[in-house]
């Protein structure tokens, strides 16, 4: 119960604020974070769910010191909207995760989720 009245205060507060842009050095213009992407976010699971959540309400800044992307392969399900995907490496209590982008056919660049699986590198 206490974990979901921390995933729900951190839904509320980062899906409360508008136009949630940010900067990240490796691509050429502003990330966005929608509230629907704020909502796949706080619920997929993790090893660390509460510390995976807890990064979305500092993200400006994990966005800032993110070193890398990898393309990964386009899900089947996204093919209608989604030109490229990539993966930008991070560490969570001392283990990878990914925080998974979009590039839109709207040229759009907009983070979709996170995740702590290998299989996202795989087709």
């Known amino acids: 119960a206490i974990q ?19 900067d990240c050095k490796l691509f050429t213009q502003q990330i966005v974070l929608p509230n ?6 706080v619920n997929q699971p993790h ?25 990964i392969p386009v899900k089947e399900k996204h093919k209608d909207a ?7 490496p991070i560490t969570i209590s001392n283990r990878p995760s990914w925080i998974i982008i979009h590039e839109t ?3 759009e660049i907009k983070i979709y989720g996170i995740s702590d699986s290998e299989h996202i590198f795989q087709k």
């Open 4 to 22: 979901k009245q921390k995933r729900d205060a951190i839904k509320e507060q980062m899906c409360a604020q508008k136009n949630k842009k940010y």
């Open 36 to 41: 629907r992407s704020v909502r796949e976010w």
């Open 47 to 71: 090893f660390d769910f509460d510390k995976k959540n807890e990064l979305l309400l500092n993200i400006k800044d994990v966005l800032k010191n993110c070193k890398q992307k990898k393309e």
């Open 82 to 88: 989604v030109i490229k995907a990539f993966a930008l």
């Open 105 to 107: 056919k709207w040229h």
